[in-house]
């Protein structure tokens, strides 16, 4: 095994281990702060990363950036069709009531189809992030590793900004989801088994690479690495873009910037020093 594999593998399973802590150990980190230095990232050092793999691998022009809004749209999809599903049996119910001359409907509805409504969207959304978070956590293992060998800087970035976006979906807040009828999302706790679950998913995927990376011989498929980064960075947008960035009047337009800036200025300096 080579030197390089030996650092590279350390700081993979470094990263995997890290990944434990924000299921069992909340830290309370700015959403503003957070979504202005991913958008920095995304747009100054993701999307590059993505052209220059796809450039390695001779994808082919319109497919560089095809993976990455497949990654955002599928999870908005799946996302949309749950609350739609959610909404369309909350009006039927709506109706029923509404028929029902013997019934008060402002308290029936109150009292007992807004929490049944309620209760359905936590479960189903709870559930949707699950899935969601677990192919998310799977993928930044496993493309961890091919990406600190193509370039060890632009590796610990990528695995400092996955972090920071895993610490800050602990502090989701309640988010409207059905408007006309007030129906919000409240963070469900997880359970204990599907936080291990989580917890361990980063590190089971550097696994997974470091596996084939050692059975392969090292030979890296840049085709298959840049599809799987793209796809990654769907699911980031995705995530920070519907759930943590925050609504307008609370986002601290500051904060946002000062993360966005930080990040820029942080790049344009490690660019400067290597070029010293």
């Known amino acids: 095994m080579s030197a390089e594999l030996?650092?590279?593998?350390?700081?993979?399973?470094f990263f995997g281990f890290l990944f434990i802590f924000p299921e069992f150990f909340q830290l309370k980190i700015s959403l503003?702060?957070?979504?202005?230095?991913?958008?920095?990232y995304f747009f100054i050092s993701m999307l590059p990363e993505i052209e220059n793999l796809s450039q390695i691998s001779n994808q082919l022009n319109y497919a560089r950036y095809a993976w990455v809004a497949l990654g955002f749209v599928i999870n908005y999809l799946v996302y949309m069709f749950i609350i739609k599903k959610i909404k369309n049996k909350s009006i039927l119910k709506l109706k029923n009531l509404s028929k029902s001359k013997e019934r008060n409907f402002n308290s029936e509805y109150d009292k007992i189809q807004k929490d049944e409504i309620q209760e359905q969207a936590n479960r189903k959304i709870a559930s949707f992030h699950f899935y969601s978070l677990f192919l998310y956590h799977l993928l930044i293992g496993i493309i961890g590793?091919?990406?600190?060998?193509?370039?060890?800087f632009s590796g610990i970035i990528f695995f400092l900004i996955a972090y920071m976006i895993s610490l800050s979906i602990h502090n989701l807040r309640?988010?409207?989801?059905?408007?006309?009828?007030?129906?919000?999302?409240?963070?469900?706790?997880?359970?204990f088994r599907e936080k291990v679950i989580l917890s361990i998913t980063p590190l089971i995927g550097v696994i997974i690479s470091l596996i084939l990376v050692i059975l392969s011989g090292f030979y890296l498929d840049f085709r298959i690495v840049s599809i799987l980064f793209s796809i990654v960075a769907g699911f980031m947008l995705y995530h920070i873009v519907f759930e943590l960035m925050p609504e307008p009047e609370k986002l601290s337009g500051g904060l946002f910037f000062a993360g966005f800036l930080g990040f820029l200025i942080f790049i344009f300096l490690v660019n400067f020093l290597s070029l010293v």
């Open 145 to 152: 590793i091919p990406l600190l060998l193509e370039n060890l």
């Open 32 to 40: 503003s702060l957070v979504s202005g230095i991913f958008i920095g």
């Open 174 to 191: 309640s988010r409207l989801l059905i408007a006309d009828l007030n129906i919000r999302e409240i963070e469900v706790e997880e359970s």
């Open 6 to 13: 030996i650092i590279v593998a350390a700081i993979s399973l």
